[in-house]
């Protein structure tokens, strides 16, 4: 690999201040592990609290103009990429973007960020200014705070890419997120959910239901080891950051207590709320790794709930008794009992077959179906049922903006609980 001198492009006129651009690169990765060509990616930064399309902004070095597209959310990442299977290869997860058309490496070379013609940020290498000595063989080099200065101290070069997407800088936005009906309490800033939710208006049913499947397809997919960490990030208890809040125990747990890393059964694993063996067992499939429906779970409590569908009635758990299940079902606590319906309803929604995830059409069913590998979860009219008597709280809002901040897409039902029944209820009339 080229030995990379890293700089930033300081001078007069070439970059405008990042304090005041919503805008900024915040990560580059010049050589490549494996594959220049392929690999190397630049990532993007909104620091502000509202989401900015990309529309009319556009990469460029001193060889080629690339036009950005979709949509940046307020305090977020976008990953723009030279190849989709290349990116995808290194970080198994896809890029916000992919075909970039920039050189990265080429001597004297740089990259800029122009909203048209205006320049918002830059990044230059191989000695193009002096007295910048950060080198980047093998790795990539972050932006590490927003300061004014935009010396080499505002960068750092880290071993590897890391979790594109997931970087070291943070908006303190603090605002809300909960949409026409969800909660509030979000802290990646205002969400404008019409933007996001653009073509549903006046639909219902399944015509609503296929319009939300376009809108939530694309996500940025993590590799099953990534999930840890992210859960750790979007399930965090938020009177101690140092602890994630269990799903069905309830309880506020240690993240480093976790299996793989202690043998107790009452470490937390990553559980699959719709069983991953309904449909989707592998980790190449998207829905596999999809953080809408994977939380934290006691290990004993989730060896219990396995892959059973979810309705009412059964033995209480002796460990966590406000937690039910008998031969073929399992019924959670009633604080947790709609987040379950809702995220079944995403689950329903995002993956319909026919795209690029892998995953089969998921159906939910109003019985508790029979044969795990069938890709269905029950029960539809419990689980509507739930969804109407226990509403979007606080916590569930913040976890839906903190997984859009990660992956790049949304629940639904969180942000407007009342497409629950626009959907499902005339298969539930008597709910």
């Given at each position: 690999?080229k030995?990379?001198?890293i700089?930033?492009?300081?001078?007069?006129?070439m970059?405008?201040?990042?304090?005041?651009?919503?805008?900024?690169?915040?990560?580059?990765?010049?050589?490549?592990?494996?594959?220049?060509?392929t690999?190397?990616?630049?990532?993007?930064?909104?620091?502000?609290?509202?989401?900015?399309?990309?529309?009319?902004?556009?990469?460029m070095?001193?060889?080629?103009?690339?036009?950005?597209?979709?949509?940046?959310?307020?305090?977020?990442?976008?990953?723009?990429?030279?190849?989709?299977?290349?990116?995808?290869?290194?970080?198994?997860?896809?890029?916000?973007?992919?075909?970039?058309?920039?050189?990265?490496?080429?001597?004297?070379?740089?990259?800029?960020?122009r909203?048209?013609?205006?320049?918002?940020?830059?990044?230059?290498?191989?000695?193009?200014?002096?007295?910048?000595?950060?080198n980047a063989v093998?790795?990539?080099?972050a932006?590490?705070?927003?300061?004014?200065?935009?010396?080499q101290?505002?960068?750092?070069?880290?071993?590897?890419?890391?979790?594109?997407?997931?970087g070291?800088?943070?908006?303190?936005?603090?605002?809300?997120g909960?949409?026409t009906?969800?909660?509030?309490?979000g802290?990646?800033?205002?969400?404008?959910?019409?933007?996001y939710?653009v073509?549903t208006?006046?639909?219902?049913?399944?015509?609503?239901?296929?319009?939300?499947?376009?809108?939530?397809?694309?996500?940025?997919?993590?590799t099953?080891?990534?999930?840890?960490?992210?859960?750790?990030?979007?399930?965090?208890?938020?009177?101690?950051?140092?602890?994630?809040?269990?799903?069905?125990?309830?309880?506020?747990?240690?993240?480093?207590?976790r299996?793989?890393?202690?043998?107790?059964?009452?470490?937390?694993?990553?559980?699959h709320?719709?069983?991953?063996?309904?449909?989707?067992?592998?980790?190449?499939?998207?829905?596999?790794?999809?953080?809408?429906?994977?939380?934290?779970?006691?290990?004993?409590?989730?060896?219990?709930?396995?892959?059973?569908?979810?309705?009412v009635?059964?033995?209480?758990?002796?460990?966590?008794?406000?937690?039910?299940?008998?031969?073929?079902?399992?019924?959670?606590?009633?604080?947790?009992?709609?987040?379950?319906a809702r995220m079944?309803?995403?689950?329903?929604?995002?993956?319909?077959?026919?795209?690029?995830?892998?995953?089969?059409?998921?159906?939910i069913?109003?019985?508790?179906?029979?044969?795990?590998?069938?890709?269905?979860?029950?029960?539809?009219?419990?689980l509507?049922?739930?969804?109407?008597?226990?509403?979007?709280?606080?916590?569930?809002?913040r976890?839906?903006?903190?997984?859009?901040?990660?992956?790049?897409?949304?629940n639904?039902?969180i942000?407007?609980?009342?497409?629950?029944?626009?959907?499902?209820?005339?298969?539930?009339?008597?709910?």
């Amino acid at each position: 690999m080229k030995l990379r001198t890293i700089a930033l492009l300081v001078a007069a006129g070439m970059l405008a201040a990042p304090a005041q651009a919503k805008i900024l690169i915040s990560e580059v990765l010049y050589d490549a592990p494996t594959n220049d060509t392929t690999q190397e990616f630049v990532e993007l930064y909104n620091d502000s609290c509202t989401a900015v399309s990309l529309s009319g902004y556009n990469l460029m070095d001193n060889g080629a103009t690339y036009n950005l597209t979709g949509t940046i959310a307020g305090g977020g990442y976008f990953t723009v990429a030279k190849s989709a299977s290349g990116f995808n290869s290194l970080f198994g997860k896809a890029a916000n973007q992919a075909g970039m058309t920039l050189s990265l490496g080429n001597s004297g070379d740089y990259v800029k960020l122009r909203q048209g013609t205006t320049e918002i940020d830059s990044v230059a290498f191989e000695g193009a200014i002096s007295g910048w000595t950060l080198n980047a063989v093998d790795k990539s080099v972050a932006r590490k705070n927003v300061a004014d200065s935009n010396t080499q101290n505002d960068w750092q070069v880290s071993a590897n890419a890391g979790n594109p997407g997931s970087g070291l800088l943070n908006a303190n936005c603090g605002g809300t997120g909960g949409g026409t009906g969800g909660g509030t309490g979000g802290d990646t800033g205002t969400i404008n959910l019409p933007t996001y939710y653009v073509g549903t208006t006046g639909k219902t049913g399944a015509e609503l239901k296929a319009t939300l499947n376009n809108l939530l397809r694309g996500h940025v997919r993590f590799t099953y080891a990534q999930v840890w960490d992210a859960l750790g990030y979007t399930d965090e208890d938020p009177t101690n950051t140092n602890n994630v809040i269990l799903l069905y125990a309830g309880r506020s747990q240690a993240k480093t207590f976790r299996a793989g890393t202690s043998t107790s059964l009452d470490a937390w694993n990553r559980e699959h709320v719709w069983a991953k063996s309904h449909g989707f067992p592998d980790e190449s499939q998207y829905a596999h790794t999809d953080l809408h429906h994977l939380r934290p779970a006691d290990v004993s409590i989730n060896s219990t709930r396995g892959n059973k569908d979810f309705d009412v009635g059964g033995t209480p758990l002796t460990e966590s008794p406000e937690n039910k299940t008998d031969t073929d079902s399992f019924e959670p606590r009633n604080a947790v009992k709609g987040d379950v319906a809702r995220m079944m309803f995403y689950m329903d929604t995002r993956y319909e077959g026919g795209d690029d995830s892998g995953t089969p059409d998921l159906s939910i069913p109003n019985i508790a179906p029979t044969g795990s590998s069938a890709p269905q979860m029950g029960k539809l009219c419990v689980l509507l049922a739930w969804h109407l008597a226990d509403p979007v709280d606080t916590f569930e809002a913040r976890r839906n903006n903190r997984i859009h901040e990660l992956q790049k897409n949304r629940n639904p039902f969180i942000d407007n609980p009342q497409w629950a029944k626009a959907i499902y209820g005339s298969q539930c009339p008597g709910v």
